[in-house]
């Protein structure tokens, strides 16, 4: 029965016979195999959230991107737009993600390089010229100085005049798997998670669109994680989320429905089906019977995906088109709701406008072409997907009872846990590469005595040098007396301890203090994280 809430994007899809294609397939009276009860839409969700899926809209296409300045990935996005990308994915250079201006000593040689330097709300004014916030979906990744950024997001969306109801969007905000597999970390795990619940708290009263989090598993899985490793790992960290937010007094159903996921597509299409099922399925069972949700949007498992950066490989790189156009392909097949395709040249440096347009084609050829949009779950019913979805339940239901038995995943993480399943998997996969019983076409098979030199997108050196002025003429033309007085009310309130520290900080982007001194101010307070080795 057709919902009336959710739109169908056409009413017919034909075959080139001619025949109709339905919009959903079931199981046959005879066969006692799928759950008929469980549709789309319906807990526990796994032939997909939506009752309509891509039959109601298709998913949001949604390229990474960031380089240089702030003019050059504004450039960027328009260009992305233009060629039919349906939201924008922001990548912040390094010095960015670890809460350092461009200026700062650490900074140096590193900025603009894998990503946008966004150094203060000027930035993010350029970064977004000419492109109206209410018109497009923007996620941002960024985890320490989440908060920051998504501070400067809403301070640029009341300057553009835009309704803080209507932004839609996503930050990364996990902290935990920078502690497991990825690095980006300033603060230590407690004052890192309150960070992430006062977000949680900020954006359910005043930005009812915004998914809080995206808790990702793609870094996980590039770490060198298998498919189920990828699939425990992060949703015992959404569990660790959800605990800490109980216990800072939030009630679940308040900030639930705005948790997100990400995750990595890698090379098995149909194991990588089968993940993205049982990770509805055991997130919804996980929240209606772990933490007595009540609502249906806080027991649904949205995602977004991106192809594999460590599939792809510097030797043959245009063979890199086909590894990701099989990756998006499972991504769609598994009922994502957003998707990035890599450029086939990032193995070799940042990609190029040509090799975007090549990615971006990728999705909408997948969208338009190939059919697998044209039902609700194509895949349901099969035995193979259905008894690997089942398969896969069950190894993530082991590594989460044992995380619990090590006190939760901030204890796991803390032991090594997690990081050493991680190690030994990646070590293994490398022994089967090595070895040949891993075929990596182009690499250990089928090589080519010649390789092509590939053109590549460089940085200019020159950035770091710009920033660094921009920088400086920020700080003489801005109210240096407002700045100084939001920064002393923000340590305040982080000395406190109990208050939120959105406003704070809102309050402090507002009148142009850098990202660099706000995050100064809790780097006193909180100290900074040292990992410690295995």
Request: aromatic share 8%; with cysteine; hydrophobic share 35%.
């Given at each position: 029965?057709?919902?009336?809430?959710?739109?169908?994007?056409?009413?017919?899809?034909?075959?080139?016979?001619?025949?109709?294609?339905?919009?959903?397939?079931?199981?046959?009276?005879?066969?006692?195999?799928l759950?008929?009860?469980?549709?789309?839409?319906?807990?526990?969700?796994?032939?997909?959230v939506?009752?309509?899926?891509?039959?109601?809209?298709?998913?949001?296409?949604?390229?990474?991107?960031?380089?240089?300045?702030?003019e050059?990935?504004?450039?960027?996005?328009?260009?992305?737009?233009e060629?039919?990308?349906?939201?924008?994915?922001?990548?912040?250079?390094?010095?960015?993600?670890?809460?350092?201006?461009?200026?700062?000593?650490?900074?140096?040689?590193e900025?603009?390089?894998?990503?946008v330097?966004?150094?203060?709300?000027?930035?993010?004014?350029?970064?977004?010229?000419?492109?109206?916030?209410?018109k497009?979906?923007t996620?941002?990744?960024?985890?320490?100085?989440?908060?920051?950024?998504?501070?400067?997001?809403?301070?640029?969306a009341?300057?553009?005049?835009?309704?803080?109801?209507?932004?839609?969007?996503?930050?990364?905000?996990?902290?935990?798997?920078?502690y497991?597999?990825?690095?980006?970390?300033?603060?230590p795990?407690?004052?890192?998670?309150?960070?992430i619940?006062?977000t949680?708290?900020?954006?359910?009263?005043?930005?009812?669109?915004?998914?809080?989090?995206s808790?990702?598993?793609?870094?996980?899985?590039?770490?060198?994680?298998?498919?189920?490793?990828?699939?425990?790992?992060?949703?015992?960290?959404?569990?660790?989320?959800?605990?800490?937010?109980?216990?800072?007094?939030?009630?679940?159903?308040?900030?639930?429905?705005?948790?997100?996921?990400?995750?990595?597509?890698?090379?098995?299409?149909?194991?990588?089906?089968?993940?993205?099922?049982?990770?509805?399925r055991?997130?919804?069972?996980?929240?209606?019977?772990?933490?007595?949700?009540?609502k249906?949007?806080?027991?649904?498992?949205?995602?977004?995906?991106?192809?594999?950066?460590?599939?792809?490989?510097?030797?043959?790189?245009?063979?890199?088109?086909?590894?990701?156009?099989?990756?998006?392909?499972?991504?769609?097949?598994?009922?994502?709701?957003?998707?990035?395709?890599?450029?086939?040249?990032?193995?070799?440096?940042?990609?190029?406008?040509?090799?975007?347009?090549?990615?971006?084609?990728?999705?909408?050829?997948i969208?338009?072409?190939?059919?697998?949009?044209?039902?609700?779950?194509?895949?349901?019913?099969?035995?193979?997907?259905?008894e690997?979805?089942?398969?896969?339940?069950?190894?993530?239901?082991?590594?989460?009872?044992?995380?619990?038995?090590?006190?939760?995943?901030?204890?796991?993480?803390?032991?090594?846990?997690?990081?050493?399943?991680?190690?030994?998997?990646?070590?293994?996969?490398?022994?089967?590469?090595?070895?040949?019983?891993?075929v990596?076409?182009?690499?250990?098979?089928?090589?080519?005595?010649?390789?092509?030199?590939?053109?590549l997108?460089?940085?200019?050196?020159?950035?770091?040098?710009?920033?660094?002025?921009?920088?400086?003429?920020?700080?003489?033309?801005?109210?240096?007396?407002?700045?100084?007085?939001?920064?002393?009310?923000?340590?305040?309130?982080?000395?406190?301890?109990?208050e939120?520290?959105?406003?704070?900080?809102?309050?402090?982007?507002?009148?142009?203090?850098?990202?660099?001194?706000?995050?100064?101010?809790?780097?006193?307070?909180?100290?900074e994280?040292?990992?410690?080795?295995?």
């Amino acid at each position: 029965m057709k919902d009336s809430k959710y739109n169908e994007r056409k009413e017919e899809f034909t075959l080139s016979t001619g025949e109709i294609i339905k919009r959903l397939y079931k199981q046959k009276k005879n066969v006692e195999f799928l759950d008929e009860t469980a549709l789309p839409g319906e807990f526990p969700f796994t032939r997909g959230v939506y009752p309509t899926m891509y039959r109601g809209r298709l998913w949001t296409m949604r390229q990474y991107a960031g380089f240089g300045s702030a003019e050059e990935s504004n450039q960027r996005y328009k260009y992305l737009l233009e060629q039919g990308q349906t939201g924008l994915s922001v990548a912040f250079d390094l010095p960015t993600q670890i809460g350092y201006d461009s200026d700062h000593s650490l900074a140096r040689g590193e900025v603009g390089k894998v990503g946008v330097a966004i150094d203060s709300l000027e930035d993010m004014e350029t970064l977004f010229s000419g492109i109206p916030l209410n018109k497009v979906s923007t996620s941002m990744t960024i985890n320490a100085p989440a908060a920051i950024l998504l501070a400067m997001y809403v301070a640029l969306a009341e300057k553009q005049g835009v309704s803080l109801e209507e932004l839609s969007g996503t930050i990364q905000n996990d902290i935990l798997k920078e502690y497991i597999a990825r690095g980006t970390y300033i603060f230590p795990p407690t004052p890192s998670l309150k960070l992430i619940t006062d977000t949680f708290a900020y954006c359910s009263e005043n930005l009812p669109r915004w998914n809080t989090i995206s808790i990702s598993g793609y870094h996980i899985r590039e770490a060198g994680s298998d498919a189920v490793q990828e699939l425990a790992f992060t949703l015992a960290d959404g569990i660790a989320y959800v605990e800490a937010a109980e216990k800072a007094g939030l009630e679940v159903d308040k900030f639930a429905p705005r948790l997100s996921f990400f995750f990595n597509s890698q090379m098995n299409i149909l194991e990588e089906v089968a993940k993205f099922r049982a990770a509805r399925r055991l997130w919804a069972n996980i929240m209606k019977n772990r933490f007595n949700a009540k609502k249906k949007k806080s027991m649904m498992l949205r995602f977004h995906t991106q192809t594999a950066g460590a599939a792809l490989t510097a030797q043959q790189p245009e063979n890199n088109i086909v590894r990701v156009a099989l990756q998006a392909l499972a991504a769609v097949l598994g009922g994502t709701q957003s998707l990035h395709t890599n450029s086939y040249d990032e193995a070799l440096g940042l990609p190029t406008e040509k090799s975007v347009q090549i990615a971006l084609r990728t999705q909408q050829i997948i969208a338009h072409e190939s059919g697998v949009a044209d039902t609700i779950d194509p895949l349901g019913g099969s035995y193979y997907i259905e008894e690997l979805t089942d398969k896969i339940e069950k190894e993530v239901k082991n590594y989460i009872k044992r995380i619990d038995e090590l006190g939760g995943m901030a204890s796991a993480i803390e032991a090594g846990y997690v990081q050493q399943q991680i190690q030994d998997t990646a070590y293994q996969y490398q022994l089967d590469v090595e070895s040949g019983k891993q075929v990596v076409v182009g690499v250990n098979e089928y090589q080519s005595e010649v390789e092509r030199e590939a053109d590549l997108l460089k940085v200019d050196p020159a950035v770091e040098e710009k920033q660094s002025k921009k920088l400086k003429r920020l700080k003489e033309n801005r109210d240096n007396q407002k700045v100084t007085k939001s920064l002393q009310e923000l340590k305040a309130a982080a000395e406190s301890g109990n208050e939120n520290l959105m406003p704070y900080i809102l309050n402090a982007v507002k009148v142009y203090a850098t990202l660099g001194e706000i995050t100064d101010i809790l780097r006193d307070i909180y100290g900074e994280y040292r990992a410690s080795t295995l």
